[in-house]
C-alpha cells in the first residue's frame, strides 16, 4: 500500500478509574492479542471525541461516562507481526464515570476487561501494549494537552516501543 493510499484511523484511547482502580482490556485480536491496553476504539464516521469515546467505554466497560479532560494526541505508526505497517491518530482522554461502576470482569469479542491498581498495572508492563503502559504513567495526570509521536513494532517475537516522544 503506498503511502498515499495508507488509511489513517482516528482512535479513542480512555483512561478510566473508579475507586483508584484503571480499567484495562486484554485484547482477543489484531496484532495487539494477548495484551492487555487502555479501553476505547476507532471513532466512526462524522462522530466526535467526546461521543466516540463515551460509546466506546458503554460498549466495553457497560458504564455511562462523560468526558473529563483531553491528555494528548499522539501521531502513531505500528507494524504488525508481518511488517504491515498501520497508522493511528490517539486521541487520549480520561473518561468520567457518570453512572453506577461495576469493577466485575466482563468478557468481550474485543477482549477482557478488569479493573487494576496502579501497583498491579507496573506488575503488568511486560503484558502491556507498550504505548498504552507510557500513556498510563506519563500522560495519566498530564495538565496540559501534548502533541507526540511513537512507534510500535514486533521485535524478538514481542511487540516493542522504538519511540514516544513529545514533539511539541
Same mark, same amino acid.
Given at each position: 500500500?503506498?503511502?498515499?493510499?495508507?488509511?489513517?484511523?482516528?482512535?479513542?484511547?480512555?483512561?478510566?478509574?473508579?475507586?483508584?482502580?484503571?480499567?484495562?482490556?486484554?485484547?482477543?485480536?489484531?496484532?495487539?492479542?494477548?495484551?492487555?491496553?487502555?479501553?476505547?476504539?476507532?471513532? $466512526?464516521?462524522? /462522530?466526535?471525541?467526546? #461521543?466516540?469515546?463515551?460509546?466506546?467505554?458503554? @460498549? %466495553? =466497560?457497560?458504564?455511562?461516562?462523560?468526558?473529563?479532560?483531553?491528555?494528548?494526541?499522539?501521531?502513531?505508526?505500528?507494524?504488525?507481526?508481518?511488517?504491515?505497517?498501520?497508522?493511528?491518530?490517539?486521541?487520549?482522554?480520561?473518561?468520567?464515570?457518570?453512572?453506577?461502576?461495576?469493577?466485575?470482569?466482563? $468478557?468481550?469479542? /474485543?477482549?477482557?476487561? #478488569?479493573?487494576?491498581?496502579?501497583?498491579?498495572? @507496573? %506488575? =503488568?508492563?511486560?503484558?502491556?501494549?507498550?504505548?498504552?503502559?507510557?500513556?498510563?504513567?506519563?500522560?495519566?495526570?498530564?495538565?496540559?494537552?501534548?502533541?507526540?509521536?511513537?512507534?510500535?513494532?514486533?521485535?524478538?517475537?514481542?511487540?516493542?516501543?522504538?519511540?514516544?516522544?513529545?514533539?511539541?
Amino acid at each position: 500500500m503506498s503511502a498515499d493510499s495508507m488509511r489513517v484511523y482516528l482512535v479513542a484511547v480512555c483512561i478510566v478509574e473508579h475507586n483508584g482502580k484503571i480499567a484495562l482490556i486484554k485484547f482477543k485480536r489484531n496484532y495487539m492479542a494477548g495484551l492487555w491496553g487502555l479501553p476505547g476504539g476507532k471513532l $466512526d464516521h462524522g /462522530e466526535h471525541l467526546s #461521543e466516540g469515546a463515551t460509546r466506546e467505554i458503554r @460498549e %466495553e =466497560l457497560g458504564i455511562e461516562t462523560e468526558l473529563d479532560k483531553t491528555l494528548a494526541t499522539i501521531d502513531e505508526k505500528a507494524m504488525d507481526k508481518e511488517g504491515k505497517e498501520h497508522r493511528f491518530v490517539l486521541l487520549v482522554c480520561r473518561m468520567r464515570p457518570v453512572s453506577n461502576v461495576s469493577t466485575k470482569t466482563r $468478557d468481550l469479542p /474485543e477482549g477482557t476487561i #478488569e479493573w487494576f491498581s496502579l501497583d498491579k498495572i @507496573e %506488575e =503488568l508492563k511486560p503484558k502491556m501494549v507498550p504505548s498504552d503502559y507510557r500513556i498510563l504513567k506519563e500522560l495519566g495526570d498530564a495538565q496540559k494537552h501534548g502533541l507526540y509521536r511513537s512507534k510500535q513494532e514486533f521485535k524478538d517475537g514481542q511487540l516493542q516501543l522504538s519511540y514516544f516522544k513529545r514533539v511539541d
